[in-house]
């Protein structure tokens, strides 16, 4: 396959049609059932906390300020929508880290027929829950931290102009080293290794983390965009990036 651009979005597209397959599915579905369950007890809480709110500035205001219901509500959920749409690819992303490993593991047996010995199924995923977390915050650190030269163009007259784009480079070269590190990490291959085999093909990786990147705007889409990422970065790593 040639290494272009194209070639690393059509591995995002080869991982959406991965997960759809009854052997992979299971893997796809109890990280997003625990997200789903998370963000409604999140809402329900946000909710009733935000009726309670409306009922404390009832007491406290004259009858004549009532109809400021009406407008509180309708702010009150477009900031909850908001809040939704930009953090539910975060959260999915650290709720289902220790499953996107083993994820990764039946992907690469799927297309490889060979089981990798360093797996170790559902109970190994359950047993590395708290350090695989924890790894996952430090990956979120280092991204914020190198983001932050990122950020300071925006700041530079002249070179602002080109910020957007250069920040849109950076979130693809992220998202494709973040989703990579799965099948990767499965092989015992350290941050090091793993950044220099994606220098090898930085465009392939930053056509796939761009189709990434993209999706992940995409409302709805956004939701089945991490184990697509994984399963697809899977592919790749199989195809272009093992040997």
């Known amino acids: 396959m040639p290494v272009n651009p194209v070639s690393g979005a059509g591995y995002l597209l080869k991982g959406m049609r991965l997960i759809m397959q009854p052997g992979l599915r299971r893997f796809v579905l109890l990280p997003l059932l625990i997200n789903i369950l998370v963000f409604s007890a999140a809402i329900w809480y946000g909710v009733s906390r935000f009726e309670s709110f409306l009922a404390w500035m009832e007491s406290k205001v004259p009858s004549w300020l009532h109809w400021l219901d009406w407008v509180l509500w309708p702010l009150f959920v477009l900031v909850l929508v908001i809040l939704v749409f930009y953090s539910f690819t975060l959260v999915a992303n650290l709720l289902a880290s220790p499953f996107n490993g083993l994820l990764a593991e039946k992907v690469e047996l799927y297309l490889t027929g060979r089981p990798l010995h360093e797996g170790g199924g559902w109970k190994q995923a359950l047993m590395t829950l708290v350090p695989t977390l924890l790894d996952e915050l430090g990956k979120l650190l280092f991204a914020a931290l190198a983001a932050v030269p990122f950020l300071i163009l ?90």
């Open 154 to 243: 925006f700041l530079i007259p002249g070179i602002n102009l080109a910020a957007p784009a250069l920040w849109f480079l950076y979130t693809a070269w992220i998202l494709t080293l973040e989703y990579s590190d799965y099948p990767m990490g499965n092989h015992g291959l350290r941050f090091r290794e793993m950044r220099a085999r994606l220098r090898r093909k930085r465009v392939l990786g930053l056509g796939f983390g761009a189709a990434t990147a993209g999706l992940t705007m995409v409302p709805v889409v956004n939701f089945i965009v991490m184990p697509s990422a994984v399963a697809g970065a899977t592919a790749m790593w199989v195809d272009e990036l093992s040997s």
